[in-house]
């Protein structure tokens, strides 16, 4: 990960830092560094929950355990709001992709050149330039596409289960479009049927891109400021302060869209139960 004094200027630095580092697995492109910061992150999110789990007591809480409460009713007091159904599964779901999703969306709050520094510290100048390393796992698309998909495969087994395999089937080919005689649902069977796909694939294909393209622009925004403190003396001091003001203002961003793609999750799950 070098820093932005090669030849290339803002440009090549900018080019660098979206390079994924990948492996070829499978005839595709496999992102190392998407895979290990999401697997560490979420065994952090495990471990950290286990342990306050374990440590809980019935008197006065740690401040530890205080915060774990506070975020684990904070959640459940969302998905009681939404989904009026048995929660025992629901507030777990809700809880991994908020925290994981926080946890995944904060790496951007974190040096940009960070692990660059390390590369170059411990391997030399020439090692790191050749070293690629995106260490924010939500600004890859695959990450996002991965969540979403795993939430779409969620909503068809809910609306199965609500509404058994039969009566799932149906509702795709009678609904929106309803008709009493047997001549009018055949002929608007196809309409419903392909009302509904495009009713189904939009979720996951927008909770994917919203948080994607979020997190995607956040990290340019902090790729430019770098460039602005890699620009000389004259421009060190503009740069620290748009650095610090962007950091602030992307804290609401990574919290937001944590938010936003837990609670929709949760409202597409409790429309599985309603029928049309």
Known sequence: MSE???SGGL??????????NTIELGGGAFHIDTWAVSLVLGLFFIGWFAFFARKATAGVPSKGQAFVEIILEFIDGQVKDSFHGDRRSI??????????????????????????????????????QHTYFRWVPTADLNTTLALSTVVFFLILWHSIKAKGGFGFG???????????????????????????VIEY????VSLAMRLFGNMYGGELVFMLIAGLLGGGLL???????FNAAWALFHILIVLLQAFIFMILTV?????AYESH
């Open 4 to 6: 932005q004094t090669g």
């Open 11 to 20: 440009n090549e630095y900018i080019q660098h830092h979206l390079q994924q």
């Open 91 to 128: 507030t777990p779901l809700a809880l991994t992709i908020f925290m994981w999703v926080v946890l995944m969306n904060g790496m951007d709050l974190l040096p940009l050149d960070l692990p660059g520094w390390v590369v170059k510290a411990t391997a030399g100048a020439e090692v790191a």
């Open 170 to 196: 149906k509702e795709l080919l009678t609904a929106p479009f309803h008709a009493h005689s047997t001549g009018a649902k055949l002929a608007l069977a196809p309409a419903n049927l392909g009302l509904n």
């Open 201 to 204: 694939l939009v979720k996951p």
């Open 235 to 241: 421009m060190f001091v503009p740069g620290v302060i």
């Open 267 to 271: 409202v597409y799950i409790a429309g």
